[in-house]
């Protein structure tokens, strides 16, 4: 979401440059500027500054050497948001004693305002301060509510028989607070990081380029990976005489974030820290305005800068089904776990599967299709006639989605026949939270919903990423990844709307599925709509010259 200085020269922005074409030393860090220098630089010194600060660092493997800092700190960001995130549910239903309705709105509030803060990190970096000092500043206030959420978490503070101190419970505003301080640090620095290891290369680097991009990946689903594993088994610990340690798992990620700006740190000073250069979300803004109040934007801004909004629009236009998307898809960390908390969750003996833990499959099964997807899924696809491009591919996923919930649905079904059989022969009125455990259903029964919506997530979201880049505007590439991520925040506010519609779990499921196909027909039409603006602007503005139409057509958009 950050940009390089190329890319100003591209966009033609000159917000930071002062008449003569200069840039401000004001903009400029200390790797390019010491206290002798002018008020302002030639903004060619700035790029030959730059070159030299690339060509300078160290290298290990070929890489420069911030690599596997910024590799290493993504790691425990990641392993820090998620293994918080994972028993966030359960602390808010057993700990904080919230209706599971009450801890659904929570968890999505939090997910939503991390989704939303990205626009925000991105303005600070590109406008004001630079990606460094954003990661930096943002990731000191993550670390600030990380604490918050491990210290508020502890039962009691002082022991039962000292008679002189209250026994002070947890109380919700230690989540109330911890919980948007953390939003604000992980979605401020979530559109920062990749695209500052990213301007540690050179131009003439694009294989590294990608092969580093191909680590962050992996280094985000590895964090997610083993926190997601390992915070269940840490709340589940007994500490402080109570049966769970919340503040434990709270604490754990608590510090994988302190580590995470350690190694970030340690790195400073071989880091290339390009100044900021503007962010066309304010260029957006300026030719949006005009078109709505009846000016000309053309005249005051440009043909290529209104023709470049017009296309952004179309884009943003596809974006449109998406929340639904995400409104489905985020519930897996919060009404599946709940489902999941009413199952059986005994292996044998001696295992145990806490309901939290069902998350990790998602991503290892992201991790193991992806290839599959590549290899055998897309390739049969195109050799028994099926279409493949962007708008199929992101239909067929939402349709996924909403399969995923219906199945969802029929195990929900399949538990309240159980709990009525029961009750029948055993005249008692037990509920789903309180029948014994070895006549629940099992909790590995949930495993078909989570494959099929993990490739409902394949076919969707990672399509849409990749839509966003194929068809927006040069110049606008990283704005519509950021307005992509904002289409999570919208999803989970329609989620704490809709989940109000009903109080039984099994209408509501298939309510979802039902809204879900809605939005994949809403989908259906938007992008036939558009296809054809969308297309003729691609072959309008191919760097590359004059190129076939067909080769710009969505159904050529394959993933990378």
Not at 92 to 112: G, P
Not at 148 to 164: H, L
Not at 186 to 201: E, H, L, R
Not at 344 to 369: A, E, R, W, Y
Request: hydrophobic share 45%.
């Amino acid at each position: 979401m950050s940009f390089s200085y190329s890319a100003l020269r591209d966009t033609g922005s000159d917000d930071n440059l002062n008449n003569n074409g200069l840039i401000h030393r004001d903009y400029l860090n200390d790797d390019f500027c010491e206290d002798e220098c002018a008020i302002s630089v030639p903004k060619d010194d700035i790029d030959d500054a730059i070159l030299l600060k690339k060509q300078s660092v160290k290298r290990v493997f070929g890489y420069p050497i911030t690599i596997p800092f910024i590799i290493s700190n993504e790691f425990c960001e990641r392993f820090s948001y998620y293994g918080m995130r994972t028993v966030l549910t359960i602390y808010m239903t057993k700990k904080l004693m919230m209706s599971k309705d009450e801890a659904s709105d929570w968890y999505h509030e939090f997910v939503a305002l991390c989704y939303a803060t990205p626009l925000l990190g991105a303005l600070i970096a590109d406008v004001f301060i630079g990606k460094y000092l954003t990661i930096l500043i943002l990731s000191m206030v993550y670390c600030l509510g990380n604490a918050i959420m491990a210290i508020t978490a502890v039962g009691q503070w002082f022991p039962e028989n000292d008679s002189d101190k209250a026994n002070i419970q947890p109380q919700t505003w230690g989540p109330l607070i911890g919980l948007q301080i953390i939003a604000l640090g992980t979605g401020g620095i979530k559109p920062c990081v990749s695209s500052f290891g990213g301007d540690q290369f050179l131009k003439s680097e694009a294989g590294r380029v990608q092969r580093y991009f191909s680590m962050f990946y992996f280094s985000i689903n590895a964090g997610s990976t083993v926190a997601t594993l390992l915070t269940p088994e840490l709340r589940s610990a007994s500490c402080m005489g109570e049966e769970t340690c919340f503040p434990l798992a709270f604490g754990v990620p608590a510090i994988f974030m302190v580590l995470a700006v350690v190694a970030f740190v340690l790195a400073s000073k071989w880091y290339v820290k390009v100044p900021p250069l503007g962010n066309p979300i304010v260029d957006v803004a300026k030719v949006s305005w005009a078109m709505a109040f009846g000016q000309n934007p053309e005249v005051l801004y440009g043909a290529k800068k209104v023709s470049e909004t017009k296309q952004l629009f179309r884009v943003l236009a596809v974006f449109i089904p998406f929340p639904f998307f995400w409104a489905l898809f985020e519930q897996q960390g919060s009404r599946w776990i709940i489902q999941a908390q009413r199952m059986n969750g005994q292996l044998g003996n001696s295992i145990t599967i806490k309901p939290d833990q069902m998350q990790v499959f998602n991503p290892l099964l992201i991790l193991c299709l992806i290839p599959v997807f590549e290899t055998v899924v897309y390739p049969l696809m195109k050799r028994v006639g099926l279409p493949t491009g962007a708008p199929f591919r992101m239909v067929a996923g939402m349709i996924l989605v909403a399969l995923s919930f219906v199945i969802c649905g029929f195990v929900e079904l399949s538990m309240e026949e159980r709990l009525a059989a029961y009750n029948e022969a055993h005249l008692t009125t037990f509920t789903l939270d309180t029948l014994p455990n070895e006549h629940q259903l099992h909790i590995l029964t949930t495993i078909p919903q989570i494959l099929v919506i993990t490739c409902g997530e394949i076919l969707c979201s990672i399509t849409g990423l990749e839509f966003a880049y194929a068809y927006a505007p040069a110049s606008m590439k990283s704005v519509c990844q950021s307005f992509f991520l904002l289409t999570n925040a919208f999803g989970n506010v329609i989620t704490i709307i809709f989940t109000k519609a009903t109080k039984r779990d099994l209408h509501l499921y298939f309510m979802w599925a039902g809204i879900e196909v809605a939005a994949a027909i809403l989908m259906f039409v938007i992008t036939q709509r558009v296809k054809g603006p969308l297309e003729k602007f691609k072959l309008e503005n191919s760097k590359d010259g004059p190129v076939k139409p067909e080769d710009v057509q969505m159904e050529s958009v394959d993933k990378k």
